[in-house]
């Protein structure tokens, strides 16, 4: 079984191989030991990625919008992922991103999942019919179970969540009240007994 650091290592050297920056070839790298970290096949759909990229030029986008489109040919996931990873904070104002056809939609996730821990907000990344929940770049929920090579994606849709507790105000509550009866009262003794509170110099 490869380790994730050669995973890395040769994600990164193919990256630059295939004509993309030092810098970018280094995000790739760190992204692709992501994927394969929580179960994705990584490698496999950025190997294939790398061989449909000889024959066809996909689409460059640098400045991302609440809607894009593509002109002619699906979107370069990388340099989507990577312009979305830089303007992040922006975006996150506009609440809801979609894009219109981005080629090996697998390789575009690891971007936005960084973009979670970077904004400190929860991600909902949907490709087609399948979903991912992005949390803080820590973990993924999805209904993606395949090991599988992913395309494209025709609808991407990027949402994202306000940060709320998970519990009602009356469960906060309960739960407080029940924790302070770990409280103890200070009494003389507790004093008298407490760090630094003898009396006696035993130097």
């Given at each position: 079984?490869?380790?994730?650091?050669?995973?890395?290592t040769?994600?990164?050297?193919?990256?630059?191989?295939?004509?993309?920056?030092?810098?970018?070839?280094?995000?790739?790298?760190?992204?692709?030991?992501?994927?394969?970290?929580?179960?994705?096949?990584?490698?496999?759909?950025l190997?294939d990625?790398?061989?449909k990229?000889?024959?066809?030029?996909?689409?460059?986008?640098?400045?991302?919008?609440?809607?894009?489109?593509?002109?002619?040919?699906?979107f370069?996931?990388?340099?989507?992922?990577?312009?979305?990873?830089?303007?992040?904070?922006?975006?996150?104002?506009?609440?809801?991103?979609?894009?219109?056809?981005?080629?090996?939609?697998?390789?575009?996730?690891?971007?936005?999942?960084?973009?979670?821990?970077i904004?400190?907000?929860?991600?909902?990344?949907?490709?087609?019919?399948?979903?991912?929940?992005?949390?803080?770049?820590?973990?993924?929920?999805?209904?993606?179970?395949?090991?599988?090579?992913?395309?494209v994606?025709?609808?991407?849709?990027?949402?994202?969540?306000?940060?709320?507790?998970?519990?009602?105000?009356?469960?906060?509550?309960?739960?407080?009240?029940?924790?302070?009866?770990?409280?103890?009262?200070?009494?003389?003794?507790?004093?008298?007994?407490?760090?630094?509170?003898?009396?006696?110099?035993?130097?």
């Amino acid at each position: 079984m490869k380790s994730l650091s050669e995973i890395d290592t040769t994600s990164k050297r193919a990256s630059r191989a295939a004509g993309y920056s030092w810098g970018i070839s280094e995000e790739v790298g760190k992204n692709i030991r992501m994927l394969e970290m929580f179960g994705l096949p990584g490698i496999k759909n950025l190997n294939d990625y790398y061989k449909k990229k000889k024959e066809r030029k996909f689409e460059n986008i640098n400045i991302i919008n609440a809607d894009n489109k593509t002109v002619k040919t699906e979107f370069c996931p990388i340099i989507a992922g990577t312009n979305f990873l830089d303007q992040a904070k922006f975006l996150e104002t506009l609440k809801e991103i979609k894009f219109h056809k981005i080629a090996y939609p697998l390789l575009f996730l690891p971007f936005i999942s960084r973009t979670s821990e970077i904004i400190g907000k929860r991600i909902l990344l949907k490709l087609d019919e399948n979903k991912f929940l992005l949390n803080f770049n820590n973990n993924i929920y999805s209904n993606f179970l395949k090991n599988e090579i992913l395309e494209v994606a025709t609808n991407v849709f990027v949402e994202f969540i306000q940060n709320s507790d998970s519990f009602s105000e009356m469960d906060w509550k309960e739960l407080y009240k029940l924790s302070e009866n770990t409280f103890v009262e200070e009494t003389e003794s507790l004093k008298q007994s407490g760090a630094g509170a003898g009396l006696t110099d035993n130097d």
